[in-house]
Nanobody, 117 residues
Framework: VQEIVESGGGIVQPGGSLTLSCAAY????????MGWYRQAPGKQRELVAA???????NYGDDVQDRFTISRENAKNTVYLHLNNAKPEDTAVYYC???????????WGQGTQVIVSL
């Protein structure tokens, strides 16, 4: 992966919605896994959602009923749709791209999401 570009972070009110995007660039074919992690201040980085090339999805705790992950494989892009945002969703969200199951993942630079009035 030569470059990972994230976008869509910002401030959202509680109960609101936001969509994050992540595009991977380089000599890539079908990417094995793309997903999102987040890290809040003073906490460890945790899985939010990840989708593999067979569209199998893993969601982290507390987000499955509110967040939705999707991919556009032709564009090597993954999206995270945040719905019914809560203050505890405030964190830096990192895109995670694993081109092959036998390779370590690459990380984006992170995009800040703040849920606040």
């Amino acid at each position: 992966v030569q470059e990972i570009v994230e976008s869509g972070g910002g401030i959202v009110q509680p109960g609101g919605s936001l969509t994050l995007s992540c595009a991977a660039y380089g000599r890539l074919f079908t990417i094995y896994s793309m997903g999102w992690y987040r890290q809040a201040p003073g906490k460890q980085r945790e899985l939010v959602a990840a989708m593999d090339s067979w569209s199998r999805i893993n969601y982290g705790d507390d987000v499955q009923d509110r967040f939705t992950i999707s991919r556009e494989n032709a564009k090597n892009t993954v999206y995270l749709h945040l719905n019914n945002a809560k203050p505890e969703d405030t964190a830096v969200y990192y895109c995670n791209v694993q081109p092959r199951s036998t390779e370590p993942p690459s990380w984006g630079q992170g995009t800040q999401v703040i849920v606040s009035l």
